[in-house]
T-cell receptor, first 114, second 112 residues
């Protein structure tokens, strides 16, 4: 069975500082990996996805993530955080290219200090 | 098309009542998914459709839950005899085949 672990429940960073959110997955085959962001009262918005190919993927809003098969990780990074990035971030693994079902982590709540 | 829509956005009901939620996917999307999200947790998969066929159901989907997508367009999720443990955000998503899923804003259910 597939599973996702996000070890950090809450993270606080100062505006302008760099950010890294951790994600570890467990899946028996080649994983399809996603990062979503959820703001209060909003639906989940896809930040970026990894299906295959280059292990460093670029997403929207200046986010990037790196797939490391040896570490079963897919960490999300941003070089300089903006106050508007405060939200909850979810890592997810899919059985196929977004098809079938997604298994989500428990999320990381990001707070940005001005 | 502005994305996936869900109705209602909020529902408050008394224990034992039946509730029904609606999801309208992005028009050209053939796959439709339902997830449930409780406080402090990530979304959990409930079921999904390809066109009108329901292809997978989670063990979370008890006999009190039923989902339909009769014409392969919108979908409904009904919960019969609601319990307090059913209180959650119910999320709908759609995709074109196995591409990325786009989520709606969700329906927040509160069972008193």
């Amino acid at each position: 069975a597939q599973s996702v672990t996000q070890p950090d429940i809450h993270i606080t960073v100062s505006e302008g500082a760099s950010l890294e959110l951790r994600c570890n997955y467990s899946y028996g085959a080649t994983p399809y990996l996603f990062w979503y962001v959820q703001s209060p009262g909003q639906g989940l918005q896809l930040l970026l996805k990894y299906f295959s190919g280059d292990t460093l993927v670029q997403g929207i809003k200046g986010f990037e993530a790196e797939f490391k098969r040896s570490q079963s990780s897919f960490n999300l990074r941003k070089p300089s955080v903006h106050w508007s990035d405060a939200a909850e971030y979810f890592c997810a693994v899919g059985a196929m290219r977004g098809g079938n079902k997604l298994t989500f982590g428990t999320g990381t709540q990001l707070k940005v200090e001005l | 098309d502005t994305g996936v829509s869900q109705d209602p956005r909020h529902k408050i009901t008394k224990r034992g009542q039946n509730v029904t939620f609606r999801c309208d996917p992005i028009s050209e999307h053939n796959r439709l998914y339902w997830y449930r999200q409780t406080l402090g947790q990530g979304p959990e998969f409930l079921t999904y459709f390809q066109n009108e066929a329901q292809l997978e159901k989670s063990r979370l989907l008890s006999d009190r839950f039923s989902a339909e997508r009769p014409k392969g367009s919108f979908s409904t999720l009904e919960i019969q005899r609601t319990e307090q443990g059913d209180s959650a955000m119910y999320l709908c998503a759609s995709s074109l085949d196995q591409d990325e899923q786009f989520f709606g804003p969700g329906t927040r259910l509160t069972v008193l």
